[in-house]
């Protein structure tokens, strides 16, 4: 297994075109700690990535918070309304290659707990032959909290064009390394609002 930590800067790309249909309202424009969610990842994932991609569809809710945070971010938003995680994990790692990247950290807009060390955990677990390495949990893996080799793209996107929606379907067609991480609370994500209240709360 190769330690890419020392060589390595993956480029980040942060999935924020989501719905949001069970919060109710935007979740990237929520605040937590006095910054919107969205500006707070970018911000965090910027200690160890570079450069930032923010990857949502031009007419979403998240579109709205284009350039208005310190934290530079290249925003990708000509993904299709509707297309669902996977087809924003293949846009932005195509785009993460093009711009010579060769890994990328991939996160949700919705973790408002991630920290640096998730990514340095990832890039030492990520081996040679891997195409990409996943946190998991005692309750399942999250392929939102992961390093993919940006290679990768054209093959997710042969999944998206066959019909294909489910985060899940990208780990099961690449090599994927599990990875239980030291700290399951970079793992939490909200989905309504009272996630939100009770993560405040705890």
């Given at each position: 297994?190769?330690?890419?930590?020392?060589?390595?800067?993956?480029a980040?790309?942060?999935?924020?075109?989501?719905?949001?249909?069970?919060?109710?309202?935007?979740?990237?424009?929520?605040?937590?700690?006095?910054?919107?969610?969205?500006?707070?990842?970018?911000?965090?994932?910027?200690?160890?990535?570079?450069p930032?991609y923010?990857?949502?569809?031009e007419?979403?809710?998240?579109?709205?918070?284009?350039?208005?945070?310190?934290?530079?971010?290249?925003?990708?938003?000509?993904?299709?309304?509707?297309?669902?995680?996977?087809?924003?994990?293949a846009?932005?790692?195509?785009?993460?290659?093009a711009?010579?990247?060769?890994?990328?950290?991939?996160?949700?807009?919705d973790?408002?707990?991630?920290?640096?060390?998730?990514?340095?955990?990832?890039?030492?677990?990520?081996?040679?032959?891997?195409?990409?390495?996943?946190?998991?949990?005692?309750?399942?893996?999250?392929?939102?909290?992961?390093?993919?080799?940006?290679?990768?793209?054209?093959?997710?996107?042969?999944?998206?064009?066959?019909?294909?929606?489910?985060?899940?379907?990208?780990?099961?067609?690449?090599r994927?390394?599990r990875?239980?991480?030291?700290?399951?609370?970079?793992?939490?994500?909200?989905?309504?609002?009272?996630?939100?209240?009770?993560?405040?709360?705890?």
């Open positions: 297994m190769a330690d890419v930590t020392e060589t390595v800067r993956p980040a790309l942060i999935l924020a075109g989501g719905a949001s249909k069970r919060m109710g309202r935007d979740k990237a424009a929520l605040e937590w700690d006095g910054e919107p969610l969205l500006e707070r990842i970018a911000r965090i994932t910027s200690e160890s990535c570079g930032i923010v990857v949502a569809p007419d979403s809710a998240a579109s709205r918070l284009r350039g208005t945070g310190p934290t530079p971010a290249i925003w990708i938003t000509d993904e299709q309304p509707g297309m669902g995680p996977l087809a924003g994990l846009g932005g790692l195509a785009a993460a290659d711009d010579g990247a060769e890994l990328a950290f991939v996160c949700a807009t973790m408002p707990l991630i920290g640096a060390g998730l990514i340095d955990e990832l890039l030492v677990a990520l081996g040679e032959s891997d195409d990409a390495a996943i946190a998991v949990d005692e309750q399942r893996s999250h392929p939102l909290a992961g390093v993919y080799r940006t290679r990768c793209a054209g093959q997710l996107r042969e999944l998206v064009a066959a019909g294909e929606r489910r985060m899940l379907a990208a780990v099961d067609v690449l994927t390394h990875v239980t991480v030291s700290d399951p609370d970079w793992l939490t994500n909200i989905n309504a609002p009272e996630d939100l209240h009770r993560l405040r709360a705890s």
